[in-house]
C-alpha cells in the first residue's frame, strides 16, 4: 500500500506564508501526478495545484500568483509553497497522488489524511 505523510499546517497571519510538504511511501514504482487540494468547511474540495511527473503544473486561479508547486520525484515527495495568504485560504489541505503504479504493477489513487491551515486576519 501506499502513504502519504503530509506536514507544514498550523496558523498563519493574513499576509503571511508557509510550506505544505508531502512524502509518499511504499511500494512504489512511479507516480504521474502529485498535488493539494483543499476543503473549507461547507465547500467542496477542490485542486490548488497539481505536478506531473515530468513537471507540469496546473493551479487555482485564486492562489496561482501567490503559489509554487515543486516536487522531488526520488523522493516521491510535493511540496506547496504559499505566500500572501489570506483567510478565504483556510481550509485542510489534503495531498494527493495520481496513477500510482505499484512495484506489483497495481494502479491507483491515494489520499493523505489532510493538514487544517488557519490564516488570521
Known amino acids: 500500500q501506499v502513504q502519504l505523510v503530509e506536514s507544514g499546517g498550523g496558523l498563519v497571519q493574513s499576509g503571511g506564508s508557509l510550506r505544505l510538504s508531502c512524502a509518499a511511501s511504499g511500494s512504489i514504482f512511479s507516480i504521474y501526478a502529485m498535488g493539494w487540494y483543499r476543503q473549507a468547511p461547507g465547500k467542496q474540495r477542490e485542486l490548488v495545484a497539481d505536478i506531473t511527473s515530468a513537471g507540469w503544473t496546473n493551479y487555482l486561479d485564486s492562489v496561482k500568483d501567490r503559489s509554487t508547486i515543486s516536487r522531488d520525484n526520488a523522493k516521491n515527495t510535493v511540496y506547496l509553497q504559499m505566500t500572501s495568504l489570506k483567510p478565504e485560504d483556510t481550509a485542510v489541505y489534503y495531498c494527493?497522488?495520481?496513477?500510482?503504479?505499484?512495484?506489483?504493477?497495481?494502479?491507483?489513487?491515494?489520499w493523505g489524511q489532510g493538514t487544517q491551515v488557519t490564516v488570521s486576519s
Open positions: 494527493n497522488a495520481r496513477n500510482v503504479r505499484l512495484r506489483v504493477g497495481e494502479i491507483g489513487d491515494y
